[in-house]
């Protein structure tokens, strides 16, 4: 059963303006070390925060109520699929929500970055 979905679009220029203001108080603030490590090792780096900012926003739609950011965590598999680990209070709602399955796909065109988030449930 499908328990949310959320959808959020980010303006690229806008994230690169806050880590060039912010610098790594935003980057530690906002993102896992994990998230970090992916974004800095692309040229474009700025686009790749932004897309993982997107699904942050995305899932606290999906799910319908906000947590820290980096309770939060985007990943990506072998095959470059981006897939979320919880935690904190994001990972009990999520178990209080019987949440089985998070789906999200995340995209970039020109100067923004599009995440989406589905949540589901088992029976």
């Known amino acids: 059963m499908i328990i949310g979905i959320g959808i959020d679009l980010v303006y690229i220029p806008r994230i690169k303006k806050l880590l060039d203001k912010w610098g ?3 980057k530690k603030r906002v ?5 970090i490590a992916y974004s800095e090792k692309h040229l474009k780096y ?6 993982n900012f997107a699904v942050k926003e995305a ?3 999906a799910i319908g109520r906000g947590f820290r950011f980096k ?5 990506r598999d072998e095959h470059g ?6 935690y904190g209070e994001a990972k009990k709602t999520a178990s209080t929500l019987k949440i089985s399955s998070i789906h999200t796909s995340i995209s970039h065109d020109g100067e923004y ?3 989406v988030v589905l949540l589901e449930s088992s029976p």
């Open 24 to 26: 790594n108080t935003f």
């Open 31 to 35: 993102f896992s070390d994990n998230e």
């Open 46 to 51: 700025e686009n790749h925060y932004a897309a």
């Open 59 to 61: 899932f606290f739609k």
């Open 71 to 75: 309770d939060i965590e985007t990943l």
């Open 81 to 86: 699929k981006p897939y979320i680990n919880l």
């Open 113 to 115: 970055s599009v995440a």
